[in-house]
């Protein structure tokens, strides 16, 4: 986070002073507690600072690379997933391959007549299918899908970090966030590398990094 001069010099006056009050800082710089207050809320918000009530602010000592870590390992998958992108295992293969380039994504869920998760069929498990001689509208897609136990998915409360670690290890582009019901599971929601990239520029806009 970068901070502006004056909240870099209410840091150090906590440093040297700490605890002290909002009053008592507004104080040393010559500044009323009104137009403080923003410059402290941000301070402690951003967690370079902490207060407590009857007492006053203090440093955390945190650097901006640990704020940021803390915050990153907070964060659930249920906040920044998508939706998810399915098709019915009894659909052919030439509506899977049009569903994908119509949503523009890599991977589709495969669900049954009741939306639970039966596998996933990926751009790459579609180009097998059309180089062969079969008929693509008579292919269902459950005969060319990847089926459970191989499929690899998150729930909603899942941490956000460890679904990336799950990308990563996996190679995939995309997970499929469930909700396990008396052992059949409800796709809920997606996660994706996209979601990842927006989860760190949001937390760069917020002044995190």
Do not use: W
């Not at 979601?195 to 002044?207: A, H, W, Y």
Request: charged share 25%; with cysteine; glycine share 6%.
């Amino acid at each position: 986070m970068e901070l502006t001069s004056r909240q870099q010099q209410i840091i150090e006056i906590v440093k040297e002073n700490g605890p002290i009050t909002g009053e008592n800082i507004a104080t040393k710089l010559d500044l009323t507690r009104a137009t403080l207050r923003p410059d402290l809320s941000i301070l402690t918000m951003a967690g370079f600072l902490d207060a407590r009530p009857r007492v006053g602010y203090f440093v955390t000592g945190k650097t901006g690379t640990e704020l940021f870590t803390e915050k990153l390992k907070k964060l659930k998958v249920k906040h920044y997933q998508s939706v998810p992108i399915v098709i019915n295992e009894n659909e052919s293969v030439y509506d899977a391959i049009s569903t994908i380039f119509l949503e523009d994504v890599g991977t589709l869920f495969v669900v049954d007549q009741s939306s639970n998760l039966t596998g996933v069929v990926s751009r790459k498990d579609l180009l097998r299918a059309s180089m062969g001689n079969q008929d693509l509208n008579n292919l269902a897609v459950h005969i060319i899908m990847t089926r459970m136990p191989n499929i690899t998915i998150c729930n909603k409360e899942d941490l956000l970090i460890d679904a990336a670690r799950l990308l990563i290890e996996k190679q995939i582009d995309s997970l499929p966030v469930v909700n396990t019901k008396n052992g059949a599971m409800q796709v809920v929601g997606r996660i994706t590398k996209t979601n990842m990239t927006k989860v760190f520029v949001e937390l760069t806009s917020e002044g995190m990094v």
